[in-house]
């Protein structure tokens, strides 16, 4: 069962890809937090970002690629018709860490990024959509045939 975040995570990835996929300069521009080893991976772990930004109303929701994700699920373009889409959920449940089936060992939603061990970064969009209990999601996503970067892990906070 797909969430509301998982969903507009998915469609506002798709977006940002449509409008920026062959633009070189945009992907530099990009913080260093949300750089990964691909363009597909750094649209997925800027739309997750910003979709948490959305929930806690600190992103700025003109963007293109939101616009478009807002006219494709059929929602205005406001926060108080994002907040209503996605079901008063809180952006403090959707960061942290989740203990995912992968490795049973904990990743960070955010970014994917493995905790206190060695193994390799896991989609955002794949942790969260398995924190929310959508396993075959999570096993989609995981299986979309992009191929993990590894890691030797982040220090837990």
Do not use: W
């Not at 930004?53 to 963007?63: M, N, V």
């Not at 999601?137 to 892990?153: D, E, T, V, W, Y």
Request: glycine share 8%; proline share 6%.
């Amino acid at each position: 069962m797909d969430t509301p975040v998982t969903v507009f995570i998915t469609l506002y990835t798709a977006n940002l890809k449509a409008i920026h996929g062959s633009d070189a300069a945009f992907l530099p521009r990009m913080p260093a937090d949300l750089k990964r080893e691909t363009p597909e991976a750094t649209f997925e772990a800027l739309a997750t970002k910003m979709t948490h930004s959305l929930i806690g109303g600190r992103a700025e929701k003109d963007g293109e690629a939101i616009k478009r994700t807002c006219k494709q699920l059929g929602i205005k373009h406001t926060y108080k018709a994002l907040t209503a889409y996605f079901g008063g959920v809180k952006e403090t449940e959707l960061t942290g860490s989740y203990v995912t089936t992968y490795c049973n060992f904990a990743h960070r939603v955010e970014d994917g990024e493995p905790l206190n061990h060695e193994c390799f970064v896991l989609p955002p969009a794949a942790v969260a959509a398995e924190r929310n209990g959508d396993f075959p999601l999570a096993l989609a996503l995981r299986s979309a045939g992009k191929p993990f970067r590894h890691s030797n892990g982040v220090k837990a906070k």
